[in-house]
């Protein structure tokens, strides 16, 4: 059920026969600590202030509406940017607000290095850092900021990258000896009609 959830909310960024393996997302504490503030000033303050003073509620239900909108934007940032780690790549997807989307996909062929950053106390204490991944070819890095267990995550991408490229050279090999089996057939084939017309 979870798994055909995430395929259908993220479908749009998949190509045709992708298949989603894991989705890292920022770890769930820095969605808590940015909601925290929302929540308090945006629900606990006019939920106060409306049994202090409930000559204003038309006031209190219009500022809680805007904590509600507020939490879920940065519910919309938390849940959207994500890592999808697919059979064939990663596709980096970033969101800011409701509009704002931007999609990055990597190849797992075109990695060249993954790198990981845990800074301060914070994060050394809940295990939450900056990973970060060079594409081959352009030059262009991806980073997926405050990554739960980011060793994990390398470590799964790795995994991931080996079997990928372990699958492709298969292909690739079974491709050359079909293209070379099909050369020596048409080859063999040429020599006996030459060997026929003499």
Known sequence: ???????????????????IFEVIRRHILVFKLAAAKTSFFGLV????????????RIAY????????LGLSYHYMNWYYDVWLLTNRGIID???KGYLDVRATRIEYHLIED????IKGLMQTIFNYGDIMIDKMVARVSVTLKDCPNPKKA?????????????ERSVKDHDKLKDMLS????YH???EKINIDKK
Do not use: C, N
């Open 93 to 95: 997807i970033e969101r």
């Open 114 to 117: 993954i790198t990981y950053t």
């Open 1 to 19: 059920m979870k798994r055909r959830l995430r395929h259908f909310i993220f479908s749009s960024y998949l190509e045709d026969g992708e298949k």
């Open 154 to 166: 390398e470590r799964l991408i790795k995994r991931y990258q080996k079997k990928y490229v372990f």
């Open 182 to 185: 099909d050369m020596i057939s």
């Open 45 to 56: 303050v006019p939920g106060f202030l409306w049994f202090l003073i409930p000559q204003a």
């Open 188 to 190: 063999v084939q040429g």
């Open 61 to 68: 239900v219009i500022w809680i509406a805007v904590g509600l």
